[in-house]
């Protein structure tokens, strides 16, 4: 309105309103990416200095106060939206931009024009700074809101991002298999294993490298090097395997700690048959290759509980919406079959009999949504073990299919990492649903062995047995063999005599002889 005021020619006016709205378009096109926006700032201080510096005798002149107060807009805009380092810019670039346009025009001696660009410059630059507080003010309210998560959201996505781009990624099973490769490069080892604390006063095997099963001891509790290593973060040798099962006689052992900070993240164990394996130089080459591994092993198990964190969660999301979604219209569904059958006239046989034969796939439907929302909510209770789980989920299932359920568990205090205990319970909750659905079975035998780190998972059915299929083309035993692979552990799946199937996972060493019978 101003600039139509103080011009008695109105095309040319607009003619600058149109250049403008010109210049704006990429921000408003594109306001989420960056670079648009960015022309479209520096395109609007340039319409503003061509505007400005038009001569008085030409037809389009409009006063320069009036054009030059548009610069406060895209000021505002970069401090509010972009940072002070590219309001700088801004403001450098409208300074050149009005000198350039004022020598191409002869304007650089008009008092008006001098003197209006210089003020409309600097209060440019104000609009900028307000632009920046008003950036502070509404970042320190967000974070005032909710820090935890914008600190999270931050760090998350850069832990995504980096994640991608190392070659194995954030795999605590691969990162330390590949150490304990790597220290066997220094120092000859018959056994070695990683461990890493799990609260409780034990420590969990996250991986070994072992001829054969290694009971390892896993407690602060005994009289081991274990404890002093944790608790004084220096290497310690002795002559006394850590394996409960050893032999008594003397060994080499040599405990490394795992340190990040101030913390004590994990333990590296050594053993050779060999007395006097790690000398001095031995011992102070394989500190360096642990040290130089901490971090990234902590990393990896830090991205690994939060990973089944939001598994769990996704699993809990699932069966809330399976619950309060399908699987209420589907009890609609049979109420309202009810009403049919109930409100058919009685020569109607033929009908009803259809309706009825309905009415029991929908609850067939409705009771196998049941059983996977059971299993969607099934986990591994902190505080009663991965035998606890599995025994709960084969009595259940059991139940409801008329399976006679026979359990054999044996597990000790000592606890696999958490990761590894829900896949093996995830593989033997399949091996339960294939016996229920497809076997036919009367009978089904559970057996659960856990002594970390080594565990077998066995489920056997009376059932048809396998026939002609092959295992490998079914989709359950496909995801059964991907979880055992994941955690490193062997997957068998072989006939059980007389008849039916049994299905066996071993992790940690051979599996023992003899299977339910």
């Not at 340039?46 to 389009?60: D, G, K, S, Y």
């Not at 699932?318 to 219209?329: F, N, P, S």
């Not at 490998?472 to 008849?499: C, D, Q, W």
Request: include cysteine; aromatic fraction near 4%.
């Amino acid at each position: 309105m101003l600039s139509l005021a103080s011009t008695g020619s109105i095309a040319p006016t607009l003619l600058w309103c149109a250049l403008f709205a010109l210049a704006a378009a990429p921000g408003l096109v594109a306001p989420e990416r960056a670079w648009p926006a960015r022309i479209g700032w520096l395109a609007e201080v340039i319409v503003v200095a061509m505007a400005a510096a038009t001569p008085p005798a030409e037809e389009a002149f409009v006063h320069p106060a009036f054009v030059l107060a548009y610069l406060a807009a895209p000021a505002f805009a970069v401090g509010a939206v972009a940072g002070r380092a590219e309001l700088g810019a801004l403001v450098g670039v409208t300074a050149v931009a009005l000198v350039v346009a004022g020598a191409l025009q002869d304007q650089l001696g008009s008092s008006s024009y001098g003197l209006a660009a210089l003020e409309w410059t600097v209060l440019a630059g104000v609009a900028g700074v307000l632009g920046l507080a008003v950036q502070r003010l509404v970042r320190s309210r967000s974070d005032a809101v909710e820090p935890e998560f914008v600190q999270a959201a931050r760090l998350l996505t850069q832990l995504r991002t980096i994640a991608r781009q190392l070659p194995g990624g954030l795999d605590p099973g691969s990162l330390g298999d590949r150490l304990l490769e790597e220290l066997n490069q220094v120092a000859a080892t018959d056994r070695s294993a990683v461990l890493t604390g799990s609260g409780g006063g034990r420590l969990e095997v996250l991986t070994q490298r072992a001829p054969g099963r290694v009971a390892w001891e896993t407690s602060f509790d005994a009289e081991t090097p274990l404890a002093d290593t944790w608790a004084s973060q220096q290497p310690q040798v002795s002559n006394r395997t850590l394996d409960r099962a050893g032999p008594g006689t003397p060994v080499s052992v040599l405990v490394l700690p795992m340190i990040t900070g101030v913390r004590t993240v994990g333990l590296v164990v050594l053993e050779s048959d060999r007395t006097g394996a790690y000398p001095p130089a031995a011992v102070a080459e394989a500190v360096e290759v642990v040290g130089n591994a901490a971090l990234r092993l902590e990393t990896a198990l830090l991205f690994d509980e939060v990973r089944g964190l939001a598994t769990v969660e996704e699993r809990q999301r699932l069966a809330r919406e399976i619950h309060d979604g399908v699987a209420q219209e589907l009890v609609m569904v049979g109420y309202g079959i009810d009403n049919a059958i109930a409100d058919l006239p009685a020569e109607s046989e033929a009908a009803e009999s259809t309706l009825r034969l309905l009415r029991a796939e929908v609850t067939r439907v409705i009771t196998e949504l049941r059983l996977s929302l059971f299993e969607l909510r099934s986990d591994v209770d902190r505080h009663g073990g991965l035998g606890s789980a599995i025994a709960d989920y084969a009595r259940t299932i059991g139940s409801s299919a008329g399976l006679r359920v026979h359990l054999s568990l044996d597990e000790s205090t000592a606890r696999l990492p958490a990761a590894v205990e829900s896949e093996l319970l995830r593989i033997a909750q399949e091996a339960v649903t294939n016996a229920r659905k497809h076997a036919g079975a009367a009978n089904l035998w559970v057996t659960c062995e856990v002594d970390p780190p080594f565990a077998q998972v066995e489920v056997s059915d009376d059932g048809k047995g396998l026939g002609r299929d092959r295992p490998e083309g079914r989709y359950g035993m496909t995801i059964m063999a991907e979880r055992a692979n994941r955690v490193r552990a062997e997957l068998e799946i072989v006939p059980r005599a007389p008849k039916g199937t049994t299905v066996r996972v071993v992790l940690g060493g051979k599996s023992r002889q003899g299977t339910a019978s």
